[in-house]
């Protein structure tokens, strides 16, 4: 069974800076792509951060030169270093993980748990 396991939220100040790190458990898969969401209050959830299997990133505009994706396969883990962070980055933030179990010939999503993240002004 794959679980992905998030953690590094908390609460900072405007320009403060927090690192979330989300990882899978479990063996027998084989992970393609890794994702930040993040999902703010009455508000839907939107893409934050992707980086592929390549290692080629996509973010969204509103943290491009704030954020940075990052990963380590041999852990199955993937970071996201937040700096200069502002109050409209208060939500939670989720990890996603498109992983094939073998035997599968699909990918499917796996999300984590949420993590927190506010941001005061």
């Known amino acids: 069974q794959v679980q992905l396991v998030e953690s590094g939220g908390g609460l900072v100040q405007a320009g403060g800076s927090l690192r979330l790190s989300c990882a899978a458990s479990g063996s027998g898969f084989t992970i393609n792509a890794m994702a930040w969401y993040r999902q703010a209050p009455g508000k839907q959830r939107e893409l934050v951060a992707q980086?592929?299997?390549?290692?080629?990133?996509n973010y969204a505009d509103s943290v491009k030169d704030r954020f940075t994706i990052s990963t380590n396969n041999a852990k199955n883990t993937v970071y996201m270093q937040m700096n200069s962070l502002k109050p409209e980055d208060t939500a939670v933030y989720y990890c996603n993980f498109e992983i094939r179990r073998y035997g599968s010939p699909d990918y499917r999503d796996y999300w984590g748990q949420g993590t927190q993240v506010t941001v005061s002004s």
């Open positions: 980086i592929a299997r390549s290692g080629m990133t």
